[in-house]
């Protein structure tokens, strides 16, 4: 196709009308009276399904969503299996660093990874339902596009994707009930959602949602010797959530596909005085932790699972940057927790507005400085993820 012929008919595609009936997609083309005769739409109606694929994946994302409110076939075609493989491997939009904040439940600001600044953008979860527009939703966790809010006062978690906005809601499996963890899992069919609940007994119980079949399934059987880290969501890894227990410190992980709770035998390092968990996504699994006495932390160090058997140090928190990261928790522990985003290392604090990093392609540190259009008075409750906007993630 010639490239003057190919631009005149993608700008044809960018504004259709949406008729009643069903033609064909490009017979579209002929009831407008401007076209040029060499868009004979006795031949572009019969244009090859490959090569209207091909048209279609040199528009912007917005004329795409546009276009699937001009026939059922386009929107089958945009959402068909073959158009996603081949245009979706390279997401067209940037990554973001998302945070929540219980005095701003129904906006989140928004941090650019891509481009290094902050964007004035504001992703709202009350145009998506009326009842998370009517009382607090907190935001519990995010995977793969898909955000994860708790809406106690309709007993439902809200599953949404943004960039769609779509959304599913998902009833507590009962009521009254109370959980810890909650972890967003994305599958390669789906996702999952899995949480803790101890209840008035000392053991606790796992509650996993398959969204494949909408349905929630209980496992028993597992004290509840992991809650003690209250904000640190399980890290997926190899089909499994792994968290780290308390002192004596441990790893333990959950098998999603059986239910089975398993205790590592890998040994941790010595005169650890915390202990993180972060997945890459890609097949590493890394370990967070500070190193000192009583208690207290000196140091801060960052090791990598090599063959599964073996925590081989990867590198050390320059001293400044580890003072400052001291004093900001103030050794309460308990408020730190850790994620992958796009190639970094985020440890988060809940009590603190910024964000340490660790980028893994340049082996270095650095600070991400607090979110301008926080107000100083807000000290407690910053819960930061890595919000990647993904078209085809669905609820």
Same mark, same amino acid.
């Given at each position: 196709?010639?490239?003057?012929?190919?631009?005149?008919?993608?700008?044809?595609?960018? %504004?259709?009308?949406?008729?009643?009936?069903?033609?064909?997609?490009?017979?579209?083309?002929?009831?407008?009276?401007?076209? /040029?005769?060499?868009?004979?739409?006795?031949?572009?109606? @019969?244009?090859?399904?490959?090569?209207?694929?091909?048209?279609?994946?040199?528009?912007?994302?917005?004329?795409?969503?546009?276009?699937?409110?001009?026939?059922?076939?386009? @929107?089958?075609?945009?959402?068909?299996?073959?158009? #996603?493989?081949?245009?979706?491997? =390279?997401?067209?939009?940037? =990554?973001? &660093?998302?945070?929540?904040?219980?005095?701003?439940?129904?906006? +989140?600001?928004?941090?650019?990874?891509?481009?290094?600044?902050?964007?004035?953008?504001?992703?709202?979860?009350?145009?998506?339902?009326?009842?998370?527009?009517?009382?607090?939703?907190?935001?519990?966790?995010?995977?793969?596009?898909?955000?994860?809010?708790?809406?106690? *006062?309709?007993? %439902?978690?809200?599953?949404?994707?943004?960039? #769609? !906005?779509?959304?599913?809601?998902?009833?507590?499996? =009962?009521?009254?009930?109370?959980?810890?963890?909650?972890?967003? #899992?994305?599958?390669?069919?789906?996702?999952?959602?899995?949480?803790?609940?101890?209840?008035?007994?000392?053991? =606790?119980?796992?509650?996993?949602?398959?969204?494949?079949?909408?349905?929630?399934?209980? +496992?028993?059987?597992?004290?509840?010797?992991?809650?003690?880290?209250?904000?640190?969501?399980?890290?997926?890894?190899?089909?499994?959530?792994?968290?780290?227990?308390?002192?004596? +410190? *441990?790893?333990?992980?959950?098998?999603?596909?059986?239910?089975?709770?398993?205790?590592?035998?890998?040994?941790?390092?010595?005169?650890?005085?915390?202990?993180? &968990?972060?997945?890459?996504?890609?097949? !590493?699994?890394? &370990?967070?932790?500070?190193?000192?006495?009583?208690?207290?932390?000196?140091?801060?160090?960052?090791?990598?699972?090599?063959?599964?058997?073996?925590?081989?140090?990867?590198?050390?928190?320059?001293?400044?940057?580890?003072?400052?990261?001291?004093?900001?928790?103030?050794?309460?522990?308990?408020? #730190?927790?850790?994620?992958?985003?796009?190639?970094?290392?985020?440890?988060?604090?809940?009590?603190?507005?910024?964000?340490?990093?660790?980028?893994?392609? @340049?082996?270095?540190?650095?600070?991400?400085?607090?979110?301008? /259009?926080?107000?100083?008075?807000?000290?407690?409750?910053? @819960?930061?993820?890595?919000?990647?906007?993904?078209?085809?993630? /669905?609820?």
């Amino acid at each position: 196709m010639k490239g003057k012929d190919r631009s005149k008919l993608t700008n044809s595609l960018r %504004s259709p009308t949406k008729t009643d009936g069903e033609p064909s997609c490009l017979s579209i083309m002929s009831q407008s009276p401007a076209i /040029s005769p060499k868009m004979d739409p006795g031949i572009w109606s @019969r244009l090859p399904e490959e090569l209207l694929e091909h048209v279609l994946s040199f528009l912007p994302l917005k004329a795409l969503l546009n276009l699937r409110s001009t026939c059922k076939h386009f @929107r089958s075609l945009i959402f068909s299996p073959s158009f #996603v493989s081949k245009h979706s491997s =390279s997401p067209p939009f940037s =990554s973001f &660093l998302l945070l929540s904040h219980p005095q701003c439940y129904r906006h +989140f600001p928004l941090y650019d990874s891509a481009l290094g600044c902050w964007r004035n953008l504001a992703p709202s979860v009350s145009s998506l339902l009326p009842c998370a527009a009517a009382a607090p939703a907190s935001l519990l966790s995010a995977s793969n596009g898909l955000l994860c809010f708790s809406l106690p *006062s309709s007993t %439902s978690f809200l599953v949404c994707n943004l960039l #769609v !906005k779509s959304s599913r809601l998902i009833r507590f499996p =009962s009521f009254p009930f109370s959980f810890d963890l909650l972890s967003l #899992v994305s599958t390669p069919v789906g996702y999952n959602i899995f949480m803790l609940c101890s209840g008035s007994s000392s053991i =606790s119980s796992a509650f996993v949602y398959d969204s494949k079949v909408h349905s929630w399934q209980k +496992f028993e059987g597992f004290e509840p010797i992991i809650n003690e880290n209250y904000h640190q969501e399980g890290v997926y890894f190899g089909g499994c959530l792994y968290f780290t227990t308390p002192e004596p +410190f *441990s790893t333990v992980c959950f098998d999603l596909g059986n239910g089975k709770w398993q205790r590592s035998a890998t040994e941790l390092p010595s005169d650890l005085t915390f202990v993180r &968990l972060v997945s890459d996504g890609e097949g !590493k699994l890394y &370990l967070i932790g500070g190193i000192g006495r009583n208690g207290i932390s000196r140091s801060m160090k960052l090791w990598e699972l090599v063959e599964g058997r073996k925590w081989v140090e990867v590198e050390r928190l320059p001293e400044m940057m580890c003072r400052k990261f001291m004093s900001v928790c103030y050794h309460n522990y308990e408020h #730190v927790y850790c994620f992958w985003h796009q190639g970094m290392i985020c440890i988060c604090c809940y009590t603190w507005p910024e964000i340490l990093y660790y980028r893994s392609s @340049r082996r270095t540190w650095h600070w991400l400085p607090k979110c301008p /259009s926080i107000p100083d008075k807000w000290s407690c409750g910053f @819960r930061w993820f890595s919000f990647i906007p993904e078209l085809y993630a /669905s609820v």
